[in-house]
């Protein structure tokens, strides 16, 4: 079945330590998101990429990043992760940006880091 | 985007339907409405959207009203798998795809 992979499920990384995470999709879809979600609160968007072209959310911390290599992997970075950055990281994907129904996103599992 | 109000959380028994509101009482035309799930540990699910007809899918309707500032997500037969957090989200039409989730209902679904 197509699907938005994410691995790990869970991270443990030690403050300060950077980190990877991973996402990948056999949709073959244009657009890949990244959300951040705290306990208890609603996912966040942090950045997206619609093909190459990267666009970051205004309020989105400089220590995180993101690289695409090709239209399946995406990867968020987080340079220097401190206490505040645990928390569900999800990965979704589009087909494109239209505003129709192509629009809509598929998430995978998301992965759960954890700061130490 | 409009903001959405949505109760916090509600139960629905086992085989009824559930039906989820949600206010946005300042949509504006070119503004769909959209309906996703997170179950526990998982990552959001896409139900169904909408413009300002009502809309039925193989896994729930979306019935929205007629001035288009409230809508109501109706899950015909609720199973326990359906427990949930229900997020009901505005989205321009043409806006970049940014999708801003607010706070959703939990749905409990009791045997």
């Known amino acids: 079945d197509a699907m938005v992979i994410q691995n790990p499920r869970y991270q443990v990384t030690q403050f300060g330590k950077p980190v990877t995470l991973s996402c990948s999709q056999t949709l073959n879809h244009n657009v890949m998101y990244w959300y951040q979600q705290k306990s208890s609160q609603a996912p966040k968007l942090l950045f997206h990429y619609y093909d190459k072209d990267f666009n970051n959310e205004a309020d989105t911390p400089d220590n995180f990043q993101s690289r695409r290599p090709n239209t399946s992997f995406c990867f968020l970075d987080i340079r220097s992760p401190g206490l505040g950055d645990a928390a569900m990281y999800l990965c979704a994907t589009s087909r494109d940006l239209s505003g129709g129904a192509g629009d809509t996103q598929y998430f995978g599992p998301g992965t759960r880091l954890t700061v130490l | 985007d409009a903001k959405t109000t949505q109760p916090p959380s509600m139960d629905c028994a086992e085989g009824r339907a559930a039906n989820l509101p949600c206010n946005h009482s300042t949509i504006s035309g070119n503004e769909y409405v959209y309906w996703y799930r997170q179950i526990h540990s998982q990552g959001p699910q896409y139900i169904i959207h909408?413009?300002?007809n009502n809309e039925t899918n193989e896994m729930a309707s979306l019935i929205i009203t007629e001035d288009r500032k409230s809508s109501t997500l109706i899950l015909p037969h609720a199973t326990l798998r359906d427990t949930a957090v229900y997020y009901c989200i505005v989205r321009l039409k043409a806006a970049g795809n940014k999708l801003t989730f607010g706070g959703g209902t939990r749905v409990l679904v009791k045997p």
């Open positions: 909408g413009l300002k």
